[in-house]
């Protein structure tokens, strides 16, 4: 049974920082690319930041240079690095298997201005 399970959201003033979790089970996890979405109210989901399995990296524009995203295969866990926070930046973020359509249950990040 596949579970991922984020944590880390909260609220935080605009320039802060917040690191985000997902512990996944249940699925070989070093061999799969992982992802971070957002869905922000009254707007569609989209792709935050991916990692493959061997670690290469990629990032929507609105986030580089901010966010980080990172695997480490020995936890089965993929972290979501997130400074410089912006009040835009407001949404629920979901952890994902790439590819798969294995979802979180999302984790709430509130940014303040």
């Known amino acids: 049974q596949v579970r991922l399970v984020e944590s880390g959201g909260g609220l935080v003033q605009a320039g802060g920082s917040l690191r985000l979790s997902c512990a996944a089970s249940?699925?070989?996890?070093?061999?799969?690319?992982m992802g971070w979405y957002r869905q922000a109210p009254g707007k569609q989901r989209e792709l935050v930041a991916a990692?493959?399995?061997?670690?290469?990296?990629n990032y929507a524009d609105s986030v580089k240079g901010r966010f980080t995203i990172s695997r480490d295969n020995a936890k089965n866990t993929v972290y979501l690095q997130m400074n410089s926070l912006k009040p835009e930046d407001t949404a629920i973020y979901y952890c994902?298997?790439?590819?798969?359509?294995?979802w979180g249950q999302g984790t709430q990040v509130t940014v303040s201005s």
């Open positions: 249940g699925f070989i996890f070093s061999i799969r690319a």
């Open positions: 990692i493959t399995s061997g670690g290469n990296t």
């Open positions: 994902n298997v790439l590819d798969q359509g294995w």
